[in-house]
């Protein structure tokens, strides 16, 4: 992910990197609100029920998450794209038309890496979008040059839209194929209300904190325009490889935790919490 906003500062003018910055702020925010909180109750609530052998309540889970997380971003595709595109203009408007259908392929393909990260196949659930999409953006941008095409914000956009809904319908198959053999003779047990009632909550903190850590960019937007996003970009990129280690360290902390809670292992969790604080701290 570095190198490709690396290889974007280098090769695009400030305008087109701001307009593709942009939208890569508010994608994440919308998706939360798509999501309903989902991904982060399926990694609370999927090792629970695995450590407890509660496979029915495992394949309900998963059949209603995914379709309610389908449902609801394309629900708020289908509200946000006209009103993106007779409400804004400039390059806002370019950010958001082409931000907007991207919200469903990121939203399916979050939930389906929680699945994966439930299941304790970590790197397999980081593969799709810290890998395998940085990579074909970084060929696409590449291709662009060698051509003599120009890099463009919506070019690199509608690229990235492709590829996570290439990507995401590869990770379904995967995951379906991953859980069938769990599930094919259970009945699924389904309790709505209860999960929901954990992901809401879920959904409003997570919305809370991707909002504090992108208001800066959305203000910058508004008021300033793309251009001056691009410069206020580049050093945010750079601070964040601080973050390595601890998003590191808690892709596979949460399903543990959540794991040894089920069970009552007060001092396996202690062990990992204070591990991970550790590791965290020294990458920092």
């Known amino acids: 992910m570095f190198a490709l906003h690396w290889l974007l500062a280098r090769s695009m003018v400030p305008r087109e990197y701001g307009t ?13 609100v798509a999501n309903l909180g989902l991904p982060n109750a399926a990694i609370r609530i999927v090792p629970q029920y ?13 059949r209603s998450s995914w379709i309610i997380v389908m449902s609801a971003s394309l629900l ?7 009103l993106s595109w007779f409400c804004l203009d400039g390059d806002l408007r370019t950010s958001l038309i082409f931000a907007v259908p991207m919200l469903f392929g990121l939203s399916v393909l979050h939930l389906l890496q ?18 395998v999409v940085p990579l074909v953006l970084i ?16 070019r690199i956009l509608f690229v990235h839209a492709m590829t996570l809904a290439v990507v995401g319908i590869g990770v379904m198959w995967f995951v379906t194929k991953l859980l069938r053999p769990q599930m094919v003779d ?15 909550p879920l959904a409003f903190s997570s919305g809370i904190w991707i909002l504090l850590t992108r208001v800066d960019i959305l203000l910058i937007g508004v008021t300033l325009g793309s251009a001056q996003v691009a410069a206020y970009a580049v050093p945010l990129k750079l601070a964040a490889l601080m973050y390595l280690g601890m998003t590191a360290l808690d892709s596979i902390l949460s399903p543990m935790l959540a794991e040894h809670q089920a069970r009552g292992n007060q001092r396996d ?6 591990t991970t604080a550790n590791w965290t701290l020294l990458g920092t």
């Open 20 to 32: 593709y910055c942009y939208a890569l702020s508010v994608v994440p925010l919308l998706a939360v």
């Open 269 to 274: 969790i202690q062990r990992l919490v204070t």
């Open 114 to 131: 929680s699945t994966l990260r439930a299941h304790k196949h970590i790197a397999a659930s980081q593969l799709p979008e810290q890998c």
């Open 139 to 154: 060929a696409a941008a590449l291709a662009f040059g060698i051509s003599g095409v120009a890099i463009t914000g919506s």
């Open 186 to 200: 259970v009945r699924a047990q389904y309790e709505l209300r209860e999960w929901l009632n954990l992901s809401v």
């Open 50 to 62: 695995l450590a407890l052998g509660e496979r029915g309540r495992v394949k309900g889970f998963v």
């Open 76 to 82: 708020v595709t289908l509200v946000l794209l006209p």
